[in-house]
């Protein structure tokens, strides 16, 4: 995953030349069709599948079972969920990538390694973490009872799960990219007299935009698709707790594969328009580059 | 206005960037902080501009304590090596930057501003950039706009940290020029971390030079040129040749050749390092009369110099020698027994480091 983020973050201009190294066409032939049949019965067959189990019983139950107001409601979870995680995200991302590298301070390291940890724990630990803490047997579980809140299967666990397990997307992209850009340009605003909030939002802000963009898309998938560590927070409670993914998960327990795969659907599609945003993304930051790299080139002619 | 520093320390971990540095530098000067990498001379010049504190030490701005005061109050304009341009925004919003971010009632109009930009790109000889990005502008005209940029918030020091460090060999020397130019027109207290002494020589009203955190001197460029307080000056400013040898009774013997050495006047010999300018050095054809005999080893014309090599059989030293040429006739031929003497020396005592 790390590497196709960092794609976009990799500067400089990448430039297409006949390569001495290459293999025979047999070779290149086989290695493509490999990883196109690869593909093709990975995620083409079933993405096809998806849609095809979804429509099985026509329009009517495909609308139905989206209108359903079980579905519904989980679609508006889900939003609300990704609409709370999503910008706490950003500004968690944005403060930590700023931290970790505008200042030099001890425990840097150790920082940027916690920052990894929801990568690297699975999910549903992450879920259980909070049953832990906030769950009625947990540390805070008897006073938050006292009080009269309910995080744990409620609409707060599945928002905490959320912004736990989608934390380094944004940061994650940030990071690599402000290393790289340094601390000259805020210098030089400083110099010239702006303030720290004006040297972020005309100086910083603008010259990490892409990136952060990407960060975001990336983690609005992540927020609207999580399962596992929703999944042990939200107590399946139809109507109440339940996000989309978890939605598809019990109509298909119920064998209810039509409405399932029309709710999955929906989610597949989601997936697709991020492909397509993040694409526009890339294809935007390139042309922008090029425009620049064809303006100089253009002047040196000249 | 004028600047000092008083009792500069700074540690990096367990570097010295800068051990006990007092400096004065006068109002409308501009003065040249040189030495080689890692001396500690950007650090020297960001602490000047509040980029970075000092462990201890004062800063003054026209004798008034600055050394705490926040970079955006020092009114300094500060040109990186790197230019830092903002990228996002054409030549002209990165000039127009340091009116712009300042408080509404501070700020000047629109059109003022506008006014002062151009103002400042006719300065630099660039106003018909103005609607570039800075990816568009070659590394000489990006550096010309960042220091447009610097000056467009009318600073009262202008600091300058290797500004044509990243350029080529002659776009660095048209810059030198023009920046000689630009400071006789301004009159704005400037100083510029290089670390070549050319630069320095040609730009400076004055050359600090500093060496692992310490000044070693300081002076105008002819000072420092002629009269080197310490080898490590006289090593790093043009080229010497490097002879050890003893030094008594006013004299030194370097390598069998015999310099005046006014400081030694005590009769027991005393370890020496001697520097000669390779243009300190004559040389006569045939191998009897004064000064001592080498071999020439190599010939080579340099612009308008001979440089020539030769030997000492005695000791087997090697010496580099300067000659002002006219025309194609070479006086020397390899292989040809000449003698050398020296007509200027500099005698340093020897002590383990040199």
Sequence with gaps: MSGVMSSLSTPGNVVVSRRAVTEAAWLRGLLIALALAFLGVFLVVPLVLVFQEAFSKGWQAYLAALTEPDAWHAVKLTLIAAGLAVPLNVVFGVAAAWSLTKFHFRGKQVLITLIDLPFAVSPVIAGLIY????????????????????????????????????????ARELIPLMQEQGVSQEEAALTLGASGWQTFRRVTLPSIKWGLLYGIILCNARAMGEFGAVSVVSGHIRGKTNTLPLHVEILYNEYQFAAAFAVASMLALLAVVTLVAKSFLEFKHQRDRERAAHAAARQEVS | ????????????????????????????????????????????????????????????????????????????????????????????????????????????????????????????????????????????????????????????????????GA???????????????????????????????????????????????RVEQVGTPQEIYNAPASPFVY???????????HAAGGWAELAGLRVPAPEFGQSEPRPVTGYIRPHDIQLQAGDKGEGVAVRVESVAQVGAALRVGVRIPNGDTALQVELPHHGGHWPFQVGEPVRALPCAARVFARDGAH
């Excluded at chain 1, 009625?136 to 736990?164: C, D, K, M, Q």
């Excluded at chain 2, 006068?26 to 970075?52: D, F, M, N, Q």
């Excluded at chain 2, 090593?235 to 050890?244: E, P, Q, T, V, Y």
């Design chain 1, 131 to 170: 049953v832990l803490v906030f769950g009625s047997r947990g540390w805070l579980g008897p006073w938050l009872e006292e009080h009269n809140l309910s995080i744990i299967y409620a609409v707060p666990g599945i928002v905490l799960a959320t912004v736990f397990v989608t934390f380094p997307f944004v």
């Design chain 2, 167 to 213: 350029l080529d060999a002659r776009v660095r020397k048209d810059l030198r020029g023009w920046l000689r130019r630009l400071h006789d027109e301004l009159h704005i207290t400037s100083i510029f971390v290089t670390h070549d002494q050319e630069e320095a020589m040609e730009v400076a009203d004055r050359i600090v030079l500093i060496n692992q955190g």
């Design chain 2, 235 to 245: 090593g790093f400013i043009g080229d010497a040749n490097r002879l050890s040898g």
């Design chain 2, 1 to 164: 206005m004028s600047i000092q520093v008083r009792d500069l320390r700074k540690t990096f971990g367990h570097f010295k960037a800068l051990d006990d540095v007092s400096l004065t530098f006068h109002s409308g000067e501009l003065v040249a902080l040189l030495g080689p990498s890692g001396c500690g001379k950007t650090t020297l010049l960001r602490i000047i501009a509040g980029l970075e504190y000092p462990d201890s030490g004062a800063v003054l701005f026209s004798g008034e304590d600055a050394t705490f005061t926040h970079v955006r109050e020092r009114g300094v304009g500060f040109v990186f090596q790197h230019y830092a341009l903002f990228r996002h925004m054409t030549v002209f919003d990165n000039v127009a930057f340091g009116l712009t971010v300042r408080p509404r009632k501070q700020r000047p109009s629109r059109e003022e501003i506008a006014k002062r930009v151009h103002r400042l790109l006719e300065l630099v000889q660039l106003d018909w950039l103005a609607d570039r990005y800075p990816d568009q502008l070659s590394g000489g005209q990006r550096q010309r706009i960042a220091l447009a940029r610097a000056l467009a918030v009318e600073p009262r020091v202008l600091l300058l940290d290797e500004p044509f």
